[in-house]
């Protein structure tokens, strides 16, 4: 993916795309006692501002303060970052137009900004190995499904292998370990990718759904696959 494209179209994946708006809102103290799944309660005021918000965990009020805000063109990955530390922000655009909790990562814009760091990835890494050697050579490195038989293929081994191939390639490559100081175990940190890959393109099937039942666990999971992403990038791209 041409990378101009890429940043315009992740530029475009913000808060917005997936905070509750503010006329969605369920205000304490009217609101709160019907609605037990949730635990921060915007409180409003006769004019309509909200300056404050009610915890029904600590049962207490706090003012908004600027460390509980975002802008709602935010955009995605700084979101995920910043949900490490905290479970919810207040939106605002002039004003508080929305908040944006953990529970709103499990949307389908999150996925889809996941899908396209998978789709640069696994792009980065063809190209990585198709600049370095031949197709022989790659198969005797990755061993992939796709070259498992013995008759003539249409394709290049580079089109037909998969994410896995690549990444088992990488695991097997000494000149890439030897460049970063990097040891078999070292990159394997980064198979989780391909059962995360999976899951992201194929919601759908049960074997690759990633059941986490608390919200928190869930950012948690998404942060460590963006920085396992992320590593892996910065590598590729100094190697």
């Known amino acids: 993916m041409n990378d101009e494209i890429f940043e315009q179209i992740h530029k475009s994946l913000t808060v917005e795309q997936i905070m509750t708006p ?9 609101d709160s006692k019907f609605h037990k799944e949730i635990t921060v309660f915007p409180i409003e005021n006769e004019d309509g501002s909200i300056i404050k918000y009610f915890d029904s965990k600590g049962s207490r009020e706090h003012y908004i303060l600027p460390d509980k805000m975002v802008s709602k063109s935010l955009d995605i990955m700084s979101l995920i970052k910043m949900l490490d530390k905290n479970s919810f922000f207040f939106v605002i655009h002039a004003e508080i137009v929305g908040i944006v909790t953990v529970a709103d990562l499990r949307k389908g814009a999150v996925r889809m900004f996941f899908y396209l760091l998978l789709y640069r990835l696994e792009n980065q890494m063809k190209m990585y190995f198709k600049e370095r050697m031949s197709e022989t050579k790659f198969i005797e490195l990755a061993k992939p499904k796709c070259r498992l038989q013995e008759k003539m293929y249409e394709l290049s081994v580079f089109e037909e ?7 088992v390639a990488l695991k097997n490559y000494d000149v890439f370990k030897q460049k970063h100081g990097l040891s078999i175990r070292d ?24 059941k986490i ?17 992320q590593k892996l990038e910065i590598l590729l791209q100094d190697s």
Do not use: A, T
């Not at 503010?22 to 009217?30: G, I, L, S």
């Not at 292998?161 to 990444?167: N, T």
């Not at 995360?196 to 690759?208: A, D, K, L, Y």
């Open 161 to 167: 292998c998969s994410f896995y191939d690549y990444l």
């Open 187 to 210: 990159v394997e940190q980064f198979g989780g990718l391909d059962k995360f890959r999976n899951w992201i393109m194929h919601p759908s099937r049960e074997e690759v759904k990633v």
């Open 22 to 30: 503010k006329e969605e809102f369920y205000f304490h103290p009217q």
């Open 213 to 229: 039942d608390s919200d928190m666990d869930y950012n948690r999971y998404l942060f460590k696959q963006l920085d396992r992403i």
